[in-house]
């Protein structure tokens, strides 16, 4: 049994899962640095100051801080967008990546026998048919 538990601990997804939380942990902290940072003081100018987290309605005595729903939603979208960014710009990276490492292709397939050839082949080896490509 503790040779099982050591297995599951060291290999696959225990540490894919450990490296996961603590790039989000560090994500965090960057998407928190730019929704403090910047783009709350610049709602707070254009909304005149108004903090939303201190709105608030009184319904049958009981206070509803509708507020605090609606600055988390802000702050969701907000996080929402920027990690849309963030994995819009590492496709764009990987697929530039993905295209440089594709080669050119060397062989070419004749089109009366289906066989495949060299590329450079003007007869097929396979049929002799005449290639006009």
């Known amino acids: 049994m503790f040779k099982e538990f050591k297995k599951f601990i060291t290999e696959g997804n225990v540490m894919d899962l450990a490296v996961a939380v603590i790039m989000g942990a560090a994500v965090k902290e960057m998407v928190d640095g730019l929704i403090n940072g910047l783009i709350a003081p610049l709602i707070g100018a254009a909304t005149a100051g108004i903090d939303m987290k ?3 309605a009184t319904v049958a005595g009981v206070k509803l801080q509708y507020g605090l729903f609606l600055d988390a939603l802000v ?4 996080i929402a967008f920027v990690v849309f960014l963030m994995v819009k ?4 990276g990987r697929d530039a990546l993905n295209k440089e490492s594709e080669a050119s292709p060397t062989t070419k397939t004749c089109p009366y026998c289906k066989s495949e050839i060299d590329i450079t082949a ?6 002799t048919s005449q290639l006009s490509e």
Do not use: L
Not at 75 to 78: A, R
């Open 54 to 56: 201190e709105m608030a």
């Open 122 to 127: 003007t007869r097929c080896p396979h049929c």
């Open 75 to 78: 702050k969701f979208i907000i």
């Open 89 to 92: 710009a590492i496709n764009k």
